[in-house]
């Protein structure tokens, strides 16, 4: 069984809004820190946010930040990503990532090879 799932990916138009969810289950990944990247055909992984073990320290990519919230339900052993004002260039799929470490600086969280595990990643598609 996969450790991490995303789900709420889907089709919308600019503007809107859509929050995916990462649910881990089967390892106890609470206090590390969690990710979100992005990928197109052709292209490498994109970091979009991260947020800390304790939930105390998020980051964002710029072509993100202000649109974007990462979040983190404990109780649900889950990590969310409230997107709003979605862009066409926004479109990718999406991927959440758990890191083995606690805490990280935010060159270190934006950095995938860092992140020892992996959803099977959901789609967003934002038509014009």
């Known amino acids: 069984q996969e450790p991490l799932m995303e789900t709420g990916g889907g089709l919308v138009q600019a503007g809107d809004s859509l929050r995916l969810s990462c649910l881990a289950s089967g390892y106890d990944l609470s206090g590390r820190v969690w990710g979100w990247f992005r990928q197109t055909p052709g292209n490498e992984h994109e970091f979009v946010a991260a947020?800390?073990?304790?939930?105390?320290?998020?980051y964002y990519a710029d072509s993100v930040n202000g649109r974007f919230t990462v979040s983190r339900n404990y109780n649900k052993n889950m990590m969310d990503l409230q997107m709003t004002a979605l862009k066409p260039g926004d479109t990718a799929s999406y991927f959440c990532?758990?890191?083995?470490?606690?805490?990280?600086?935010?060159?270190?969280?934006?950095?995938?090879?860092?992140?020892?595990?992996w959803g099977q990643g959901t789609q967003v598609t934002v038509s014009s």
């Open positions: 990532a758990v890191h083995y470490l606690p805490s990280l600086s935010r060159t270190e969280a934006m950095n995938w090879h860092g992140y020892e595990y």
């Open positions: 947020i800390s073990g304790s939930a105390s320290t998020t």
